[in-house]
């Protein structure tokens, strides 16, 4: 599978407690972003990378969440002492920029329940 | 920045016939629209897209207009197969550059036997 990868696919965790999600985007991409998506809504962007460098992140993004692209391919997304308005789909998306073609291609998404 | 609004939120159609969702954005500089589908338990999978330049787009069943002065667009769904049942996103490049999406807030399509 060539797709953009994302690991876990679900996380249930305890109020307080630290969590780090993955994203393996499609090898060749330079952009990667994060979105959010609570029950009955579109995505929500939360940051994004252009290579290793963070280039935004939303007003969304507290200061309990972190985001890296290390080496400018996988990217991971933390979330310090969670809290239950953190239940929601984290989904990851990469793209190609620079090519012309502004089509972003999404992961499955891990699923995190807060309790 | 941004606004897109979507609707309707829900639509049931008998198989066969066919589907209409429409949105409307607020940022005239808007140049590259998709639309998103999403089954239940998965990520958003793009399913066709429309850049400004054009004012419709067509793959088979599925189509999109654009109306940039209205600053409307619509995905249509003809011959309605179950398979097509699924959330729907329509999606357009949030303020401040970067590719990043504004989306809307989805559509149930329901395609009843």
């Known amino acids: 599978d060539t797709g953009v990868s994302q690991d876990p696919r679900h996380k249930i965790t305890k109020r307080g407690q630290n969590v780090t999600f993955r994203c393996d985007p499609i090898?060749?991409?330079?952009?990667l972003y994060w979105y959010r998506q609570t029950l009955g809504q579109g995505p929500e962007f939360l940051t994004y990378f252009q290579n290793e460098a963070q280039l935004e992140k939303s007003r969304l993004l507290s200061n309990r969440f972190s985001a890296e692209r290390p080496k400018g391919s996988f990217s991971t997304l933390e979330i310090q002492r969670t809290e239950q308005g953190d239940s929601a789909m984290y989904l990851c998306a990469s793209r190609l920029q620079g090519s012309g073609n502004t089509e972003a291609f999404f992961g499955q998404g891990t699923r995190l329940t807060v309790v | 920045g941004e606004n897109v609004e979507q609707h309707p939120s829900t639509l049931s159609v008998q198989e066969g016939d066919s589907a209409v969702i429409k949105c409307t954005y607020s940022?005239?500089?808007?140049?590259?629209f998709p639309w998103y589908k999403q089954e239940l338990g998965k990520g958003p999978q793009l399913i066709i897209d429309i850049r400004s330049n054009v004012g419709e787009k067509k793959d088979q069943r599925i189509a999109v207009t654009l109306n940039k002065t209205a600053k409307h667009f619509s995905l249509h769904i003809t011959e309605t197969q179950p398979e097509d049942s699924a959330v729907y996103f329509c999606?357009?490049?949030?303020?401040?550059?970067?590719?990043?999406?504004?989306f809307g807030t989805g559509t149930q399509l329901k395609v009843e036997l």
């Open positions: 090898s060749e991409h330079n952009r």
């Open positions: 999606a357009a490049p949030s303020t401040g550059g970067g590719n990043k999406l504004t």
């Open positions: 940022d005239s500089a808007s140049n590259y």
